[in-house]
C-alpha cells in the first residue's frame, strides 16, 4: 500500500518564528489532507490539496503531484499552533474506497 | 455549518463488555468512514460506508461491527472489549462522487477508555 513519510517528527519553534513541514508520498494520490491535531485531540481539517497550493491566514500548502510530495508553511507562529500535524493521503476513487493513510505526523511545540 | 457528529464523546468500559459509538454525518454526506487512534499512534482506517452499503474495510477486529442506516448515521459496535481497544475512535464524513475525491470531514471523536 502506499506510504506516507513525515519530516521532521518534532520541532520546538519560538513565537514569531516560520516553518516548514514535509510529506512524502510513495505513489500517485487524488486526495491529500493536511490536519492539525489539537491537545484535545481534535482533528481540524487544514487543507484539502491533491496538487497546487492554497493559502489561509498564516498557513499555506503546496503540493508537486508529480514529485509525490507536499509542504505545509507555518509563518509567524503562535503557541496555539502547537500540535500535531498530520499529512494523509488516498488514491481511491469515486465513492467506493477512499480511505485516507495517516503519515505519523510532526509534532509542533510553539514557546512563548 | 454543521459538522460531524460523535456520540459519546467519552466512554468508560470495563474489559469484556460492549460498548456502542455513533456518527451524525453532515447533511447530504452520503459517506462515513471510522478510523481508531491509539495512544500516540496516528489515525488507523476502520471500515467505510457509502450509500448504507459497506465499501472498504480495514484492520477491524472481528469483534467490531458497523452499520449506516438509512438516515446515514453510523454506528460502530464494539464486543469483548479489551485494554488495547482504548483509544481516540474518529467518524469522518464526505461526498462520494463517482468522478471526484471529496474532503473528509473529521469528528471531534470518542475517547474510548477500557479498564
Known amino acids: 500500500g502506499i506510504q506516507v513519510e513525515q519530516s521532521p517528527p518534532d520541532l520546538i519553534l519560538q513565537e514569531g518564528a516560520n516553518s516548514t513541514l514535509r510529506c512524502n508520498f510513495s505513489d500517485s494520490v487524488n486526495n491529500l489532507q493536511w490536519f492539525h491535531q489539537n491537545p484535545w485531540g481534535q482533528l481540524i481539517n487544514l487543507f484539502y490539496i491533491p496538487s497546487g497550493t492554497k493559502q489561509n491566514g498564516r498557513l499555506s500548502a503546496t503540493t508537486v503531484a508529480t514529485e509525490r510530495y507536499s509542504l505545509l508553511y507555518i509563518s509567524s507562529s503562535q503557541t496555539t499552533d502547537s500540535g500535531v500535524y498530520f499529512c494523509a493521503v488516498s488514491s481511491g476513487w469515486g465513492g467506493a474506497t477512499n480511505k485516507l493513510i495517516f503519515g505519523t505526523g510532526t509534532l509542533l511545540a510553539v514557546q512563548p | 455549518a454543521a459538522g460531524v457528529i460523535q456520540s459519546p464523546r467519552h466512554l468508560i468500559k470495563e474489559k469484556r463488555e460492549t460498548a456502542t459509538l455513533k456518527c451524525y454525518p453532515i447533511?447530504?454526506?452520503?459517506?462515513v468512514y471510522w478510523y481508531q487512534q491509539g495512544p500516540g499512534q496516528d489515525p488507523q482506517f476502520l471500515i467505510s460506508?457509502?450509500?448504507?452499503?459497506?465499501?472498504d474495510k480495514g484492520s477491524i477486529p472481528d469483534r467490531f461491527s458497523a452499520q449506516q442506516f438509512s438516515d446515514y448515521h453510523s454506528e460502530l459496535n464494539m464486543s469483548s472489549l479489551e485494554l488495547g481497544d482504548s483509544a481516540l475512535y474518529f467518524c469522518a464524513s464526505s461526498l462520494g462522487r463517482t468522478t471526484i475525491q471529496e474532503t473528509q470531514y473529521f469528528g471531534p471523536g470518542t475517547r474510548l477508555l477500557v479498564l
Open positions: 460506508f457509502y450509500e448504507k452499503m459497506q465499501s
Open positions: 447533511p447530504r454526506h452520503d459517506t
